[in-house]
């Protein structure tokens, strides 16, 4: 009689311990199922870069995805990084590369492991410098945003006064990213229509995209060219344009004598923007990084899950932020 009782209380007992036992491997195999793409930046640091990873992994939560945020500041942290997602299962990345022309390495790499890629911001060129159609793109239309600055900066101009003739621009120049030699065109053929004087343009080529690189460019130009009391500042991203203003403020310029103008509307600006006193940072024309990051990510994801493969080339512009609209334009572009 008690073996009869005590029979049903251990086979009950035992398949409990099976199904504890089993939980921890079911947990395992649903993880396993779950997507993971990487989103790897060349500049993790940089406020506009952490938006758009962090973007990335809030949708990631929300549609049941896993993000794995990774820097790649130059081509062998990028292969590693490539490495290190095909290790953890990764399907495939998004990419902000360090030097576009890495793209055919890149995309060697990826293709060995059959993931997926998607760029953003900065497009992959091939070896006959065109653009790689094949790889989806998600960024900037930066010669239009280019014109936006140009034309910011010569409102202003206008607005405060100045005579076109007498002021100088510091174009804060890095060719060898093509994006970036973009943007400055396109400031510099805005300028030019509004009546700056081409002669009155000159070059700080810069060896990174950060502020303290646009500083160093920018220093001996201010130096060389004293005979100029009225500046205009423009580059491809606001923290060049920060180093310029920065240089300029230690060559002894006042604010009011700098007319600076960046591009993306990240927490670099909006710092400068929140100083108790104004500097000779106007305004940039923001982007949405937050946009950026969700987007591809979501493009990315829909392709790995359901074959859609994203557009070829998708181009956003931007929307001029000052010191005095910066807090609403943050508000409806979701940075």
Same mark, same amino acid.
């Given at each position: 009689?008690?073996?009869?009782?005590?029979?049903? #209380?251990?086979?009950?007992?035992?398949?409990? @311990?099976?199904?504890?036992?089993?939980?921890?491997?079911?947990?395992?195999?649903?993880?396993?199922? !779950?997507?993971?793409?990487?989103?790897?930046?060349?500049?993790?640091?940089?406020?506009?870069?952490?938006?758009?990873?962090?973007?990335?992994?809030?949708?990631?939560?929300?549609?049941?995805?896993?993000?794995?945020?990774?820097? @790649?500041?130059?081509?062998?942290?990028?292969?590693?990084?490539?490495?290190?997602?095909?290790? /953890?299962?990764?399907?495939?990345?998004?990419?902000?590369?360090?030097?576009? #022309?890495?793209?055919?390495?890149?995309?060697?790499?990826?293709? /060995?492991? @059959?993931?997926?890629?998607?760029?953003?911001?900065? #497009?992959?060129?091939?070896?006959?410098?065109?653009?790689?159609?094949?790889?989806?793109?998600?960024?900037?239309?930066?010669?239009?945003?280019?014109?936006?600055?140009?034309?910011?900066?010569?409102?202003?101009?206008?607005?405060?006064?100045?005579?076109?003739?007498?002021? $100088?621009?510091?174009?804060?120049?890095?060719?060898?990213?093509?994006?970036?030699?973009?943007?400055?065109? @396109?400031?510099?053929?805005?300028?030019?229509?509004?009546?700056?004087? !081409? $002669?009155?343009?000159?070059?700080?080529?810069?060896?990174?995209?950060?502020?303290?690189?646009?500083?160093?460019?920018?220093?001996?130009?201010?130096?060389?060219?004293?005979?100029?009391?009225?500046?205009?500042?423009?580059?491809?991203? !606001?923290?060049?344009?920060?180093?310029?203003?920065?240089?300029?403020? /230690? *060559?002894?310029?006042?604010?009011?004598?700098?007319?600076?103008?960046?591009?993306?509307?990240?927490?670099?600006?909006?710092?400068?923007?929140?100083?108790?006193?104004?500097?000779?940072?106007?305004?940039?024309?923001?982007?949405?990084?937050?946009?950026?990051?969700?987007?591809?990510?979501?493009?990315? *994801? /829909?392709?790995?899950?359901?074959?859609?493969?994203?557009?070829?080339?998708?181009?956003?512009?931007?929307?001029?932020?000052?010191?005095?609209?910066? !807090?609403?334009?943050?508000?409806?572009?979701?940075?």
């Amino acid at each position: 009689m008690s073996f009869t009782l005590s029979t049903p #209380r251990k086979l009950l007992g035992l398949a409990v @311990g099976m199904a504890l036992s089993a939980s921890p491997l079911l947990a395992q195999a649903q993880s396993d199922d !779950e997507v993971k793409i990487g989103f790897i930046v060349k500049k993790p640091e940089q406020a506009w870069f952490i938006n758009e990873q962090d973007a990335a992994t809030q949708l990631g939560e929300e549609k049941g995805f896993e993000v794995v945020r990774l820097s @790649g500041e130059d081509g062998q942290e990028v292969l590693s990084a490539i490495d290190n997602l095909h290790s /953890q299962g990764a399907e495939g990345f998004v990419i902000c590369p360090p030097d576009v #022309r890495l793209g055919p390495a890149i995309m060697n790499r990826a293709e /060995q492991y @059959g993931m997926k890629v998607v760029t953003v911001d900065d #497009r992959f060129v091939g070896g006959d410098g065109e653009p790689m159609e094949e790889v989806p793109h998600l960024g900037m239309s930066g010669y239009k945003i280019g014109e936006q600055v140009g034309n910011a900066i010569a409102e202003e101009m206008e607005r405060r006064g100045w005579n076109p003739e007498e002021v $100088a621009a510091l174009r804060i120049t890095n060719y060898e990213l093509p994006t970036a030699k973009e943007r400055t065109d @396109g400031a510099t053929a805005a300028l030019l229509d509004s009546g700056f004087k !081409e $002669a009155n343009i000159f070059d700080a080529p810069q060896q990174n995209t950060d502020t303290s690189s646009a500083f160093a460019a920018a220093s001996p130009v201010f130096s060389k060219r004293s005979d100029f009391e009225h500046w205009v500042i423009y580059a491809l991203n !606001e923290e060049s344009v920060l180093g310029g203003v920065r240089a300029s403020e /230690q *060559y002894g310029l006042d604010p009011d004598q700098v007319i600076g103008v960046g591009i993306n509307g990240s927490g670099a600006a909006f710092a400068e923007f929140s100083r108790e006193t104004p500097t000779g940072f106007y305004g940039t024309v923001a982007v949405s990084s937050t946009m950026h990051g969700r987007q591809t990510a979501d493009n990315l *994801y /829909q392709w790995i899950t359901e074959g859609e493969k994203p557009p070829a080339n998708t181009e956003t512009t931007g929307k001029l932020m000052t010191r005095d609209n910066w !807090e609403d334009v943050r508000e409806e572009l979701g940075l």
